[in-house]
Nanobody, 120 residues
Framework: VQLQASGGGLVQAGGSLRLSCAASGRRFSNNAMGWFRQAPGKERGLVAAISWSGGSISYADFAKGRFTLSRDYAKTTMYLQMNSLKPEDTAVYFC??????????????WGQGTLVTVSS
């Protein structure tokens, strides 16, 4: 069972990136999934999460209006579209799958992280 995050890179402030998280080994169709990020010297925190059906999505305050989370069940892939990026968005972004269908529970599966660097 593996989650593979990709799509990070270097972008100027105001630019956009789309992160992808591909699942292998299992489909996670019945699991909530989410993106987290960890900046240097800071704790890992939730960016956005989506329920198993996609019917419920939650965003951190800093992500609202700029980031869009989606998932493609056929491709077993989750995406995070990030627009209007700011230098403070610089961090390693991790994708994760929850133990159950909703994101209020524990996060049991983690990807390896992809680095996003936003230059000013």
């Amino acid at each position: 069972v593996q989650l593979q995050a990709s799509g990070g890179g270097l972008v100027q402030a105001g630019g956009s990136l789309r992160l992808s998280c591909a699942a292998s080994g299992r489909r996670f169709s019945n699991n909530a999934m989410g993106w987290f990020r960890q900046a240097p010297g800071k704790e890992r925190g939730l960016v956005a999460a989506i329920s198993w059906s996609g019917g419920s999505i939650s965003y951190a305050d800093f992500a609202k209006g700029r980031f869009t989370l989606s998932r493609d069940y056929a491709k077993t892939t989750m995406y995070l579209q990030m627009n209007s990026l700011k230098p403070e968005d610089t961090a390693v972004y991790f994708c994760a799958a929850a133990r159950g269908p909703y994101y209020s529970g524990s996060w049991d599966y983690w990807g390896q992280g992809t680095l996003v660097t936003v230059s000013s």
